[in-house]
């Protein structure tokens, strides 16, 4: 019997190399399927519509949150950010694992509806290291960096929420970390339980 996809979820600290991680994930594994979020943060330099995000005004991302039509939503750094619900449970409902990259709120209310989800949380090698990562990328002002690394702190408690924990060394260990899990998970015994029952 075949099993229903897995829905993974990864988070960790704004600049830690989540999507630089996943993207090399989803490269190397295409089964993968991403979720693209739904945001009213303004799109940065090379961002696409429906790829990196389905950007939003504040007012019809408040109309897909009355209708129902998100698995979560939460208010990051001053914008609205939400997972689309329908796709989602269709590529899990067709035995797709299902990546999902959003922030420690989002993450614990996904947790609350889907117990059985993968909760990841990446980390850096260092909090230097962090700062190291958002100044490089060049996509914060000053504030929008002290705002994203005064959160950082506390973030990192919420981590002990999750499954698992992965230090983003390099991006190759990290994301062969992701693999691992994803192997052992697709084993573990309570998602096996009509196929040892079939083999009574
Ligand atoms: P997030 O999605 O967590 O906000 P990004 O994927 O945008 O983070 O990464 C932030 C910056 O850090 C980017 O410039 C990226 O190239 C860099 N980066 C990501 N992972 C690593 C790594 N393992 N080593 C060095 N730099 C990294
Ligand atoms: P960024 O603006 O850097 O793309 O993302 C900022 C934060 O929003 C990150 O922590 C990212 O993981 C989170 N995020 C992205 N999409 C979603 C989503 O659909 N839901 C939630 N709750 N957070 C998201």
């Not at 990546?99 to 909090?127: C, H, R, W």
């Amino acid at each position: 019997m075949a099993n229903k996809g897995l829905l993974i979820v990864v988070s960790g600290p704004s600049g830690t190399g989540k999507g630089t991680v996943c993207d090399l994930w989803r490269k190397e594994y295409p089964d993968i399927q991403y979720s693209v979020s739904a945001t009213t943060r303004k799109p940065r330099e090379g961002e696409q519509d429906g790829i990196n995000y389905y950007f939003h005004t504040r007012e019809s991302f408040e109309k897909m949150i009355e209708a129902g039509e998100l698995l979560e939503w939460a208010e990051v750094y001053g914008n609205y950010y939400g997972t689309p619900l329908k796709k989602i449970q269709e590529k899990l409902e067709a035995g797709q694992d299902v990546l999902l990259e959003i922030d420690t709120q989002g993450a614990m209310n996904v947790k609350s509806k889907v117990p059985e989800g993968v909760f990841i949380y990446l980390v850096p090698p260092s909090m230097a290291e962090l700062e190291r990562r958002i100044r490089g990328r060049g996509t914060e002002t000053e504030e929008s960096l002290a705002r994203r690394l005064g959160a950082a702190a506390a973030e990192i408690e919420i981590g002990k929420r999750y499954d698992y924990v992965v230090v983003n060394d390099t991006v190759e260990q990290a994301m062969e970390a992701f693999e691992v899990i994803r192997k052992a998970e697709r084993c573990a015994v309570n998602r096996n339980m009509e196929l040892l029952d079939s083999m009574k």
